[in-house]
Structure formats: structure tokens, C-alpha cells
């Protein structure tokens, strides 16, 4: 079975004839002829950012994919079906994006599609999607908007709306902070937050004091910092993504600020302390309950293995992934291989124990999963935990 | 105030550097070099491979770097440009943009397209001058900065070879006519821009996290540099750079922030209609 995937993986792209004839010959040739072997290989898209500036994000999320569809196959596939992830590379753009989506389910005609990474190329995918009654399930897009997007959009990823509502509790009652700067990054995710947690921080008496942003890509944050305190703030409030955030922390510290940063779920990645080192010290951000440095089990399980078959540790856009795949195959388990079953077998599952946090879907196919606060500290990522405030109560 | 000047001459500088590359080459073949960005990348990823996965001596690692970059310089331009130096100048400038894919590509393939940091994840040492602090790496990017371009101009104007480089750029078909080694003194004006902007790259390395795509929005910047300096000339060059490099900071501090990236080409825009040639270029007569 294990040199079958090997070679599956690598050559992603064939027709239902080839694959069959491999699985075939492979199984004459082993000598290992289980009947389950023969079924249909079950394939799904996956249409995500893989070349380009913000490849990372979507590579990340490809090996985790990767890892749970070998699981899956190790342990006999769905039914006895193996699965099989077709790859298309969106570039992060969302035109590019739509033509994927196209491509997988005109020609690849997949009843299921996970992607994408960015909002913006998940959005432009989703009509597509909703006109053929494929699934889209993204692992990584936070925009408000996808809420709406339709009946066939699911996400495992946390809306915006909520994480953004989660900071501005937490620096409004936690931190009694009332006046707080934005730096964000200027996308549909940087806006998606800034906008959410601005509503919620005024809403609460809290006044947002300076909105800076900057372009994707950018290396330069000087200026931007330095009109964020200009503004005199209690705390600077930081939407991005880490390829900027750990230089623009690393930039902060140079020109010797010292406020609060508050930080966001992309904000947890080991590259991140690779990069900006002791800059990230003390930065507070949300995240899904569950993470990397958890010891239960399903996560310690998911962590070893990953580094063992990469050779590095799992970020939260691969915990992302790995529970994506795992999801639809409990849905296809459940429902059947088509875009109908999958689809009303998602909106069933209930706190499903993911790696990235306990799961369960809301009736607009969104994702519902516990938030908490974590910090850095000596070069770690920690839960924050003061004893003296009560971060969720604003009654209180 | 202070720190924006400080910003603002750091971001010039390395513009200034990258520029020279632009305008010499278009100073001697009337030709922009779209692939001259990724030189500048292909500088921080030989400093990143030698210095930071080969653990070689930083100084030694420099050197070896721009000189490795000098002849990337060379070699693009025997392998893509030279066949293509009297063909219509579309067909250079698509060959350029092809040039500049494969290199991006290239190094993404071998190194991967996530961000690597040349300097660690180490705090720099500060300095404080007045209200303005300044990172030991930022002194060290205006020191080596202003040397080079000492540098040049020494080259250009007194040395043989630098004559022939002025000469050439005169113009083309005198210079051939005349018994200058053209070939040679195309070589040499690219290896010394290609050294300039691999120089360029490895000071950009220090400050910042590296990337097979950081090169792009950097020629950008700095080809809008050239051509408000004065495209073909290298004073003009360096001018415009430290232009460019003020006007975004300054403009980023009056203006919203998400516009910093735009005032590099409001100013491009304006000049276009007002001054065409530049603030040192040549009159238009010359353009052939």
C-alpha cells in the first residue's frame, strides 16, 4: 500500500484508466491482492497557493493534506476506497483561483474541493462551487463574507467576526485599554479584522486611535510603526500574516517601541520565532483552543509524524489541512462519495476532536471552535494566562 | 522627524544602488534590464548559501557573493542579450522579463519561496542619534553605500576601461567604428552594475528577511529611481534613488500609509509630464 501512495502522490495528475491500471499491476507485482484494493479511487480537488510569494501558506497546508490522505489510505481508505488529492495552484490570485476551481470540477469533475488558502481566491472560487453543487471546504480563509457565500462553502478556519470580537473583549475588559492602533495588512483578511474588531472596540467605549496598513509583500514598516505611536496608544493591534509580522516586529524593536502588540491566529508559526526571534516576545494573540505545544494525544500523534515525514514542525496552516481531509473523509464515510451526501453529513459533525481545535459546523457550513489567548515568552509559544483578569466577561 | 530622514536615507541608498545597474546599462545599450531585480536577489541568496548554510567567513562569503553575482551579470547578458543586440529592442526587453522568471523561479525551486533571514533572529545593535535610532546594519548599508559610489565615479571617470564605458554609451555604432572592444565594455558595464545590485542584495539581506520574489518590487523601485534621475546617467542615478527612498517615507508620515507604496510612482508620474528626461538626463534630442 505504502509504495502505491509514494507514487500517487508524486504524480498527481493522471486519468481514472491509469489509476487503476497502477493499482492493479502494483498489487499483481507485491503479490498482495485484497479485494478492497480494486474499488474506485476516490478523488477530490484541492485548489490552494502553491508557487509564488505566499507559496509557504499553501505548501503547509498541502503537507498536511498529504499526510492525512496517506493515514486515510494506510488504514484501508474510505470504504475501502483510496483517496487521491488533485492539486491546483491558485498563485494567491483570485482569478487564478476561479480557473482552478473550473478546472477541477469540469474536467476533474470532483465532488469535493479543499481551498483555498486567502479569502479573496476561496470567494472567487465559491460561486463556481455553488453553480455545480461541488463542495468547497476551506482550510484557511477568515473573511467575514464567506459566512454567506453559499450552501456548499464550509470552513474549518475562524471567521474574522469572531476572532476580531475576541481581541477587542479581551483589550477592552481584560486589558482595560481604551485607546488602541491598527497596523494591518491590506487584504481582505488585515481589513476583514480590522473592521470587526473596530466595531466591536468602539462599541465597548474604546477608541481605535491611528488605522495604518501596509501592501502584502512590503519589507518597510518603519513608517507605519511609527504613526501608530504617534497616535499614543495603550496597545498596537497587528492583523497580518507572519512573513510581515516577524519583520515588522523585528523593526519595532529596533526603533525601541515598546508598547503592547496584540496579534492574530496566523500569528503561530515556528517560522515565526525563527524569524523574529526575541521581537516576538510578549506579543498576545488569538488561537484556536487547541495547538502545537498541546499534549493530548490526537495533537502529539499529528506533530511527531509530521516532522517525521518533513523534517519540521506542523504550523497551524497544516493542522488546518490534515483536519480538512480528515473531516471529509468522516463525511464521505458518512454520506457517500458525492457533493450531496458530503455536504449534509458536514453540517452533522459536533466536536469533532481536530488538531486545530474541537470542530463543529453552524448552519451557514462555518466553522465553530473554542478561542483562547496565547503569548511568547523565552522564545515559546504559552496560553496567556493572567490570574488577576477574566478575559471573556465583559459583564463581569 | 529625525528617524523618518534616517528611514527614508537607508531606503534611498540601497534604490541609488540598484538604479546605477539600470542606468548604466541603458546608458551603453539603450536597453532596460528587467532581470537586474533578481540580481539583487541572486546576491542575498549567494551570501545566504555561503555565509549562512556553508558557515564560510562573512567577509570571505561577501566578496565571493558579488563577484558570483557580477558574472551571473555577464552571463545573462551573453547568453540572453548579446544574440539579440541589434534585433528590435521589444525583443530584449521580453527576453529581459524572461530572464527575470526563470531567475525568481529558479531559486525558488532550489531554496523554497518561504522567507529565510541571512541576519538571524538576533536583536541588532541600536544606536541613538538625537530621537533617531539606527541599527548597526543600517550604518554598515550607508557606509558601503557611499563607498561604492565613490567607488564609481573614480571607475567612470578616470580609468581606461570606464572611458571606454562613457564612450560606448556616446554611442554605439561610433564606438565600434572608432576600434573599442564593444563586447568587452558590455561585459564590464554589466558586471559592474550586477556587482552593485548583488552588493545591494546582500545589504538588503541584513536588514530584512529574503525571498526568491524580494527582488521584484525592489527594481521596481529603483528602475522609477533611474528614470527620475535621469535615465543613463549615474549621478542621476544615485539622486533620484535617495528621492525616491524620501519621498515614500515622507509621504507615507503626511498621507494614509497604505498609499507608501504609490508616492514612488506619483512622483514617476509627475516628472514623466513635467520633466521628462529627468533631473539629470540628457535631452530628448539623444533618445535614438
Same mark, same amino acid.
Given at each position: 500500500?505504502?509504495?502505491?501512495?509514494?507514487?500517487?502522490?508524486?504524480?498527481?495528475?493522471? %486519468?481514472?484508466?491509469?489509476?487503476?491500471?497502477?493499482?492493479?499491476?502494483?498489487?499483481?507485482?507485491?503479490?498482495?491482492?485484497?479485494?478492497?484494493?480494486?474499488? *474506485?479511487?476516490?478523488?477530490?480537488?484541492?485548489?490552494?497557493?502553491?508557487?509564488?510569494? *505566499?507559496?509557504?501558506?499553501?505548501?503547509?497546508?498541502?503537507?498536511?493534506?498529504?499526510?492525512?490522505?496517506?493515514?486515510?489510505?494506510?488504514?484501508?481508505?474510505?470504504?475501502?476506497?483510496?483517496?487521491?488529492?488533485?492539486?491546483?495552484?491558485?498563485?494567491?490570485?483570485?482569478?487564478?483561483?476561479? %480557473?482552478?476551481?473550473?478546472?477541477?470540477?469540469?474536467?476533474?469533475?470532483?465532488?469535493?474541493?479543499?481551498?483555498?488558502?486567502?479569502?479573496? $481566491?476561496?470567494?472567487?472560487?465559491?460561486?463556481?462551487?455553488?453553480?455545480?453543487?461541488?463542495?468547497?471546504?476551506?482550510?484557511?480563509?477568515?473573511?467575514?463574507?464567506? %459566512?454567506?457565500?453559499?450552501?456548499?462553502?464550509?470552513?474549518?478556519?475562524?471567521?474574522?467576526?469572531?476572532?476580531?470580537?475576541?481581541?477587542?473583549?479581551?483589550?477592552?475588559? +481584560?486589558? +482595560?485599554?481604551?485607546? @488602541?492602533?491598527?497596523?494591518?495588512?491590506?487584504? *481582505?483578511?488585515?481589513?476583514?479584522?480590522?473592521? $470587526?474588531?473596530?466595531?466591536?472596540? $468602539?462599541?465597548?467605549? +474604546?477608541?481605535?486611535?491611528?488605522?495604518?496598513?501596509?501592501?502584502?509583500?512590503?519589507?518597510?514598516?518603519?513608517?507605519?510603526?511609527?504613526?501608530?505611536?504617534?497616535?499614543?496608544?495603550?496597545?498596537?493591534?497587528?492583523?497580518?500574516?507572519?512573513?510581515?509580522?516577524?519583520?515588522?516586529?523585528?523593526?519595532?524593536?529596533?526603533?525601541?517601541?515598546?508598547?503592547?502588540?496584540?496579534?492574530?491566529?496566523?500569528?503561530?508559526?515556528?517560522?515565526?520565532?525563527?524569524?523574529?526571534?526575541?521581537?516576538?516576545?510578549?506579543?498576545?494573540?488569538?488561537?484556536?483552543?487547541?495547538?502545537?505545544?498541546?499534549?493530548?494525544?490526537? @495533537?502529539?500523534?499529528?506533530?511527531?509524524?509530521?516532522?517525521?515525514?518533513?523534517?519540521? $514542525?506542523?504550523?497551524?496552516?497544516?493542522?488546518?489541512?490534515?483536519?480538512?481531509?480528515?473531516?471529509?473523509?468522516?463525511?464521505?464515510?458518512?454520506?457517500?462519495? %458525492?457533493?450531496?451526501?458530503?455536504?449534509?453529513?458536514?453540517?452533522?459533525?459536533?466536536?469533532?476532536?481536530?488538531?486545530?481545535?474541537?470542530?463543529?459546523?453552524?448552519?451557514? +457550513? *462555518?466553522?465553530?471552535?473554542?478561542?483562547?489567548?496565547?503569548?511568547?515568552?523565552?522564545?515559546?509559544?504559552?496560553?496567556?494566562?493572567?490570574?488577576? @483578569?477574566?478575559?471573556?466577561?465583559?459583564?463581569? | 522627524?529625525?528617524?523618518?530622514?534616517?528611514?527614508? /536615507?537607508?531606503?534611498?541608498?540601497?534604490?541609488? /544602488?540598484?538604479?546605477?545597474?539600470?542606468?548604466?546599462?541603458?546608458?551603453?545599450?539603450?536597453?532596460?534590464?528587467?532581470?537586474?531585480?533578481?540580481?539583487?536577489?541572486?546576491?542575498?541568496?549567494?551570501?545566504?548559501?555561503?555565509?549562512?548554510?556553508?558557515?564560510?567567513?562573512?567577509?570571505?562569503?561577501?566578496?565571493?557573493?558579488?563577484?558570483?553575482?557580477?558574472?551571473?551579470?555577464?552571463?545573462?547578458?551573453?547568453?540572453?542579450?548579446?544574440?539579440?543586440?541589434?534585433?528590435?529592442?521589444?525583443?530584449?526587453?521580453?527576453?529581459?522579463?524572461?530572464?527575470?522568471?526563470?531567475?525568481?523561479?529558479?531559486?525558488?525551486?532550489?531554496?523554497?519561496?518561504?522567507?529565510?533571514?541571512?541576519?538571524?533572529?538576533?536583536?541588532?545593535?541600536?544606536?541613538?542619534?538625537?530621537?533617531?535610532?539606527?541599527?548597526?546594519?543600517?550604518?554598515?548599508?550607508?557606509?558601503?553605500?557611499?563607498?561604492?559610489?565613490?567607488?564609481?565615479?573614480?571607475?567612470?571617470?578616470?580609468?581606461?576601461?570606464?572611458?571606454?564605458?562613457?564612450?560606448?554609451?556616446?554611442?554605439?555604432?561610433?564606438?565600434?567604428?572608432?576600434?573599442?572592444?564593444?563586447?568587452?565594455?558590455?561585459?564590464?558595464?554589466?558586471?559592474?552594475?550586477?556587482?552593485?545590485? !548583488?552588493?545591494?542584495?546582500? /545589504?538588503?539581506?541584513?536588514?530584512?528577511?529574503?525571498?526568491?520574489?524580494?527582488?521584484?518590487?525592489?527594481?521596481?523601485?529603483?528602475?522609477?529611481?533611474?528614470?527620475?534621475?535621469?535615465?543613463?546617467?549615474?549621478?542621476?542615478?544615485?539622486?533620484?534613488?535617495?528621492?525616491? !527612498?524620501?519621498?515614500?517615507?515622507?509621504?507615507?508620515?503626511?498621507?494614509?500609509?497604505?498609499?507608501?507604496?504609490?508616492?514612488?510612482?506619483?512622483?514617476?508620474?509627475?516628472?514623466?509630464?513635467?520633466?521628462?528626461?529627468?533631473?539629470?538626463?540628457?535631452?530628448?534630442?539623444?533618445? !535614438?
Amino acid at each position: 500500500m505504502v509504495q502505491i501512495d509514494g507514487f500517487l502522490r508524486k504524480r498527481c495528475r493522471r %486519468t481514472a484508466v491509469n489509476a487503476a491500471w497502477v493499482l492493479i499491476l502494483s498489487f499483481g507485482f507485491s503479490g498482495c491482492s485484497k479485494e478492497k484494493a480494486f474499488k *474506485d479511487v476516490y478523488r477530490i480537488g484541492a485548489l490552494m497557493v502553491l508557487s509564488g510569494n *505566499d507559496a509557504n501558506y499553501g505548501r503547509d497546508s498541502q503537507r498536511g493534506i498529504d499526510l492525512a490522505a496517506e493515514e486515510i489510505n494506510n488504514q484501508g481508505g474510505i470504504h475501502g476506497h483510496p483517496v487521491e488529492v488533485l492539486y491546483e495552484d491558485s498563485k494567491g490570485i483570485p482569478r487564478e483561483g476561479a %480557473t482552478a476551481m473550473q478546472k477541477l470540477v469540469s474536467r476533474d469533475r470532483v465532488p469535493v474541493v479543499i481551498g483555498g488558502i486567502f479569502s479573496s $481566491e476561496t470567494l472567487a472560487a465559491a460561486p463556481i462551487a455553488e453553480r455545480n453543487r461541488v463542495v468547497l471546504f476551506s482550510p484557511g480563509s477568515s473573511s467575514p463574507n464567506i %459566512t454567506y457565500a453559499g450552501d456548499c462553502i464550509f470552513r474549518n478556519w475562524i471567521s474574522d467576526a469572531f476572532e476580531g470580537s475576541i481581541m477587542a473583549d479581551f483589550a477592552r475588559w +481584560g486589558k +482595560g485599554y481604551t485607546k @488602541v492602533a491598527i497596523v494591518y495588512i491590506k487584504n *481582505d483578511y488585515g481589513e476583514g479584522l480590522k473592521n $470587526e474588531f473596530t466595531v466591536r472596540f $468602539e462599541s465597548e467605549g +474604546g477608541q481605535v486611535s491611528t488605522m495604518e496598513s501596509y501592501e502584502q509583500g512590503n519589507t518597510d514598516f518603519r513608517t507605519q510603526l511609527l504613526k501608530a505611536v504617534r497616535s499614543g496608544p495603550d496597545a498596537i493591534y497587528l492583523p497580518g500574516y507572519y512573513n510581515e509580522l516577524a519583520q515588522l516586529l523585528k523593526q519595532a524593536r529596533e526603533l525601541r517601541i515598546n508598547t503592547q502588540f496584540l496579534s492574530v491566529v496566523s500569528f503561530e508559526d515556528p517560522k515565526m520565532l525563527e524569524l523574529a526571534g526575541s521581537a516576538a516576545e510578549g506579543v498576545i494573540y488569538s488561537t484556536p483552543a487547541v495547538s502545537m505545544q498541546d499534549t493530548s494525544s490526537g @495533537v502529539r500523534t499529528f506533530v511527531d509524524r509530521f516532522s517525521k515525514k518533513y523534517g519540521r $514542525e506542523p504550523g497551524l496552516f497544516a493542522a488546518h489541512g490534515y483536519d480538512a481531509m480528515h473531516i471529509l473523509a468522516l463525511a464521505i464515510e458518512k454520506g457517500g462519495f %458525492t457533493a450531496d451526501g458530503i455536504r449534509n453529513s458536514l453540517y452533522r459533525i459536533q466536536n469533532y476532536p481536530g488538531v486545530s481545535g474541537l470542530t463543529s459546523f453552524d448552519s451557514n +457550513g *462555518d466553522v465553530i471552535k473554542p478561542v483562547k489567548l496565547k503569548t511568547v515568552r523565552n522564545g515559546k509559544f504559552m496560553d496567556y494566562d493572567e490570574p488577576s @483578569v477574566s478575559p471573556f466577561a465583559p459583564e463581569g | 522627524m529625525a528617524q523618518l530622514l534616517v528611514n527614508g /536615507l537607508i531606503a534611498g541608498g540601497i534604490y541609488a /544602488l540598484i538604479a546605477i545597474g539600470y542606468t548604466m546599462v541603458y546608458g551603453v545599450l539603450h536597453f532596460i534590464n528587467f532581470a537586474h531585480g533578481e540580481i539583487v536577489t541572486a546576491g542575498a541568496f549567494f551570501f545566504y548559501s555561503l555565509h549562512v548554510l556553508w558557515g564560510w567567513n562573512p567577509v570571505f562569503s561577501f566578496f565571493l557573493s558579488v563577484l558570483l553575482c557580477g558574472g551571473l551579470g555577464c552571463l545573462i547578458e551573453r547568453g540572453a542579450y548579446r544574440p539579440l543586440r541589434y534585433a528590435s529592442r521589444i525583443s530584449s526587453l521580453v527576453t529581459a522579463i524572461g530572464v527575470s522568471v526563470i531567475l525568481q523561479n529558479g531559486l525558488g525551486a532550489i531554496f523554497g519561496f518561504d522567507p529565510k533571514s541571512i541576519s538571524g533572529s538576533g536583536e541588532a545593535v541600536v544606536y541613538s542619534i538625537r530621537n533617531a535610532f539606527i541599527t548597526r546594519p543600517q550604518v554598515a548599508v550607508l557606509a558601503s553605500a557611499g563607498g561604492l559610489l565613490a567607488g564609481l565615479f573614480v571607475f567612470l571617470k578616470w580609468t581606461y576601461i570606464g572611458t571606454l564605458i562613457r564612450a560606448t554609451g556616446d554611442d554605439l555604432s561610433a564606438a565600434v567604428s572608432t576600434g573599442i572592444p564593444v563586447d568587452r565594455t558590455v561585459s564590464v558595464t554589466f558586471f559592474v552594475g550586477s556587482l552593485l545590485a !548583488g552588493t545591494a542584495g546582500i /545589504l538588503v539581506g541584513t536588514l530584512q528577511d529574503i525571498q526568491p520574489t524580494m527582488g521584484l518590487p525592489f527594481g521596481i523601485k529603483a528602475f522609477t529611481a533611474a528614470v527620475v534621475g535621469g535615465i543613463g546617467s549615474v549621478p542621476g542615478a544615485v539622486i533620484g534613488g535617495l528621492f525616491i !527612498g524620501m519621498a515614500e517615507n515622507l509621504g507615507a508620515w503626511i498621507f494614509p500609509t497604505g498609499y507608501k507604496d504609490a508616492f514612488a510612482f506619483l512622483v514617476l508620474i509627475l516628472f514623466m509630464l513635467f520633466r521628462p528626461r529627468g533631473i539629470l538626463g540628457k535631452s530628448a534630442l539623444h533618445n !535614438g
